[in-house]
C-alpha cells in the first residue's frame, strides 16, 4: 500500500514559516512526479509547487517568492518552506505523486495536513 505521510502543518502568524514534509518510499519517490496542493473551503484543489520531469521547480503565481520546494533524495521526502504566510494561504495541504505511463496516469495522495495562518 502506498503511502505519503505529511508533517508539519499548525497555526502560524500572518508574515510567519511553516515547513511541511512528505515521505514515501523510494519506489515513489525516484518515479513519481512529487507536488504539493492544497484545498480551502469552497474552494477546488490547487497545485502550489511541484518538479517538471526535468527536476526544476514550478509555482502558482501567487505563492512565488515565498514558497520553495525542495526534495531529499537520501531520505524520500519533499519539503515545502513556506515564508511571508497569509491568512489566504490557509488551507489542507497535501502531497501528491504523480506519473503518466503509456497514457494511463497514476497518482497518491497523502492524508492532509492543515495550514491555518491568523492572527
Known amino acids: 500500500q502506498v503511502q505519503l505521510v505529511e508533517s508539519g502543518g499548525g497555526l502560524v502568524q500572518p508574515g510567519g514559516s511553516l515547513r511541511l514534509s512528505c515521505t514515501t518510499s523510494?519506489?515513489?519517490?525516484?518515479?513519481?512526479?512529487m507536488n504539493w496542493y492544497r484545498q480551502s473551503p469552497g474552494n477546488p484543489r490547487e497545485l502550489v509547487a511541484g518538479?517538471?520531469?526535468?527536476?526544476?521547480?514550478h509555482y502558482s503565481h501567487n505563492v512565488l517568492g515565498r514558497f520553495t520546494i525542495s526534495r531529499d533524495n537520501t531520505r524520500n521526502t519533499v519539503y515545502l518552506e513556506m515564508n511571508d504566510l497569509k491568512p489566504e494561504d490557509t488551507a489542507v495541504y497535501y502531497c501528491?505523486?504523480?506519473?503518466?505511463?503509456?497514457?494511463?496516469?497514476?497518482?497518491?495522495w497523502g492524508q492532509g495536513t492543515q495550514v491555518t495562518v491568523s492572527s
Open positions: 501528491n505523486a504523480w506519473r503518466s505511463d503509456s497514457g494511463n496516469e497514476h497518482e497518491y
Open positions: 523510494g519506489s515513489i519517490f525516484n518515479k513519481y512526479l
Open positions: 518538479f517538471t520531469p526535468g527536476g526544476m521547480p
